[in-house]
T-cell receptor, first 115, second 114 residues
């Protein structure tokens, strides 16, 4: 069965520090991969997505993610975190053969940013 | 250009009452979804719809009913609310099933069942 694991429930970083949020997936074949961000009281906004090709994907707000097939991982990174990045981050996957197009989500990582 | 909207944004109700959460999208997307978000579980799919009058169950459908008489609307009804249905509910839509198509999410409805 497909699954998405975000091993870190809560991460705290100082403003200006680098950030890496981990995501691992379990799937029969490489799925489509997504990172969403949810700011307090808001819906989910797509940060970036990976379909194929270059394994380093650039997203909005200065985020990037790297797909590593050998590790079944799709970790999200940002070189310098801003206070406004405090939010909850969700990794999600979608099967390439999906007849529905539904997403499977990880449990989320809550990011706190210290000033 | 409203995109996808949900109403109400906040709702408090009592056990046993019927509650309907509304979802409206202005893009004419064929596919629509309802998720619930609970601490420690991420988002779980309740119901989905491939088109008007075509709906089907997701992971956690028990206690919920959906309808889709018009493409743009996808209401979710809790026929007899229970405390375990206290959650944040998100509606989403996507234009097609092509892998590259992104799901777009509404702002969510926070439902509290007392």
């Amino acid at each position: 069965a497909q699954s998405v694991t975000q091993p870190d429930i809560h991460i705290t970083v100082s403003e200006g520090a680098s950030l890496e949020l981990r995501c691992n997936y379990s799937y029969g074949a490489t799925p489509y991969l997504f990172w969403y961000v949810q700011s307090p009281g808001q819906g989910l906004q797509l940060l970036l997505k990976y379909f194929s090709g270059d394994t380093l994907v650039q997203g909005i707000k200065g985020f990037e993610a790297e797909f590593k097939r050998s590790q079944s991982s799709f970790n999200l990174r940002k070189p310098s975190v801003h206070w406004s990045d405090a939010a909850e981050y969700f990794c999600a996957v979608k099967s390439r053969g999906s007849t529905l197009g539904r997403l499977y989500f990880g449990r989320g990582t809550q990011l706190t940013v210290w000033p | 250009d409203a995109g996808i909207t949900q109403s109400p944004r906040y709702k408090i109700t009592e056990t046993g009452r019927q509650v309907t959460l509304m979802c409206h999208q202005t893009w004419s997307h064929s596919y629509m979804f309802w998720y619930r978000q609970d601490l420690g579980h991420g988002l779980r799919l309740i119901y989905y719809s491939a088109a008007a009058d075509i709906t089907d169950k997701g992971e956690v459908p028990d206690g919920y009913v959906v309808s889709r008489s018009k493409t743009e609307n996808f209401p979710l009804t809790l026929e007899s609310a229970t405390r375990s249905q206290t959650s944040v509910y998100f509606c989403a839509s996507t234009p097609s099933l092509q892998g590259r198509d992104t799901q777009y999410f509404g702002p969510g409805t926070r439902l509290t069942v007392l």
